[in-house]
């Protein structure tokens, strides 16, 4: 059996690629430092693969570590989600975020290197477009200056991965640019968990519906786009775990030297009004919130154009907003006020 080692495998979106791994017959090792991330996630992989997953604690830029697990078990390819990925605490702590998501990628590419090692799939973001001028973005749209160390970081990881590609290595490697994971599992056992308040709205929702947050405050509602507010591609989260499956399958059947980029989102964008009316449908939940002024530096609208993950991995969402907001919804309700 095929073995993929996921790093970052028990964080939001790791852990659905595992279920999706196991699922087609492929063999998930794991290794988290779960500084962002927990145990329990292990033991809920289990009740829903039905397999221990292999699962090794620690530092994925540790490359004595990861040279222990390959010991033990013959990786053939890596899914890279190890990183930090909070926008505002990246502009406090900038060398936190170099070192650590630049810094482990390098470690992760001469650990391939030494051990012949030649698949790897990037999680990469959207927030590499920026503000793109031309809407919606395919993956020829030029990348703009990053708005946050994070975003450079993503920018950066990319361009080393496109050095190393052309260089003696061998590798095949896609980037996959997501663009907003959203939803959870929906047997409610696996799902996001934000450490402190969320940056990001669909945990804000389902934190306030759940009396966790007293509020919400959209940012802007004054904004050029049909209803005042922000536009992004919201994609479930399971769908995106898919996305790497494919790549990863796509992968072996490439020549050496292989790279490509692919957007992964629904193709559609949604305000964040319409996420608001789409989570108190499912949920039957009244959600208390106000339109508050602009948070700068945020981007108005973005979303994709998939037409090459459709064509080239034979990749298409299957689950609507409606449905991610449900399953947002159901995890929120199983962790209650965590
Ligand atoms: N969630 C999003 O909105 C989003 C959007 C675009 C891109 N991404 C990228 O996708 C990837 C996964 O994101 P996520 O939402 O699942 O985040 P997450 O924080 O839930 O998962 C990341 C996991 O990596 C672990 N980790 C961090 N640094 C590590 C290290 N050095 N060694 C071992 N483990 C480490 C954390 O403990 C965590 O479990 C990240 O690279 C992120 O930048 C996420």
Redesign the pocket.
């Known amino acids: 059996m095929k073995k993929i080692l996921i ?9 659905h690629t595992a279920v999706e791994l196991v699922k087609a017959g492929l063999q998930p090792v794991i ?7 927990n145990r329990q ?1 292990l033991e809920r992989l289990k009740e829903l693969t039905g397999q221990d997953i292999p699962f090794f604690e ?5 490359q004595a570590l990861l040279n222990q697990i390959f010991g033990l078990h013959r990786i053939s390819g890596i899914i ?6 909070a926008v505002g605490e990246s502009t406090e702590n900038p060398l936190k975020y170099y070192q ?2 630049v ?2 990628l390098m470690t992760i590419l001469s650990f391939m290197k030494e051990k012949g090692i030649k698949d790897l799939v990037f ?5 590499v477009y920026g503000q793109p001028d031309v809407l919606p973005v395919t993956e020829s749209t030029p990348r703009k200056d990053a708005e946050s160390p ?1 975003g450079n970081t ?1 920018k950066i990881c990319e361009d080393i991965l496109v050095d190393m590609v052309k260089s003696e290595a061998g590798l095949r490697v896609i980037s996959l ?5 959203v939803g959870a599992h929906s047997s409610a056992k696996i799902g ?2 934000p450490l402190g308040t969320p940056n ?1 709205l669909v945990p804000f929702v389902t934190q306030t519906a759940a009396g966790i947050r007293e509020k919400l405050t959209v940012f802007g509602g004054d904004y050029d786009t049909p209803d005042g507010t922000c536009i992004r591609d919201y994609i479930h989260v399971v769908d995106l775990a898919d996305a790497h499956l494919r790549a990863i399958e796509y992968l072996g059947e490439q020549e050496m030297n292989f790279y490509d980029v692919f957007n992964v989102g629904t193709g559609t964008g949604n305000s964040v009004l319409e996420v608001i009316q789409s989570f108190e449908k499912v949920s039957g939940q009244k959600l208390n919130y106000e339109i508050g002024p602009r948070r700068p530096g945020d981007v108005i609208q973005v979303w994709a154009d998939t037409q090459k993950i459709n064509k080239v991995l034979g990749w298409y969402p299957k689950l609507s907003l409606d449905e991610s907001m449900r399953d947002s919804w159901n995890w929120q309700l199983a962790i209650g006020d965590k």
Not at 58 to 62: F, L, Q, S
């Open positions: 790093t970052g495998g028990a964080g939001y979106i790791g852990s290794i988290d430092d779960l500084s962002n991330s996630v620690g530092d994925c830029g540790d890279h989600f190890a990183a930090y990925k650590n998501n810094g482990s999680s990469s973001s959207c927030t994070y993503k640019r997501y663009f907003n994971p996001e968990l990001n």
